[in-house]
């Protein structure tokens, strides 16, 4: 398995808008790559414009799919002036 952990700070005037737009990319993920497995949208109320992700592949190649599939970069475009910053990190092996 191939883990990616992403966390965004979203600016608060936007947070309202980008919540049911994560959730949609997360939920077509999941329907519509078969090599995403998981992905977890996590928010705490201490952290009010702070979203972090928690998504597992096959693989990089399934990752890179993902990245490459049209309703993620419908997502991505949509939400960009939402975002004041976003950290991506990668994990090439997962223990189960």
């Given at each position: 398995?191939?883990?990616?952990?992403?966390?965004?700070?979203?600016k608060t005037e936007h947070l309202a808008a980008f919540m049911p737009l994560m959730t949609?990319?997360?939920s077509t993920s999941l329907r519509?790559?078969?090599?995403?497995?998981q992905f977890d949208i996590a928010t705490d109320p201490a952290r009010p414009g702070e979203?972090?992700?928690y998504e597992l592949y096959d693989n990089a190649a399934a990752f890179d799919a993902h990245l490459a599939s049209a309703h993620f970069k419908s997502f991505d475009a949509t939400v960009a002036d939402m975002i004041t910053e976003k950290s991506v990190k990668t994990y090439g092996k997962v223990l189960q």
């Open positions: 398995m191939f883990a990616v952990v992403v966390t965004f700070s979203i949609e990319n997360a519509e790559e078969p090599g995403c497995h979203v972090f992700l």
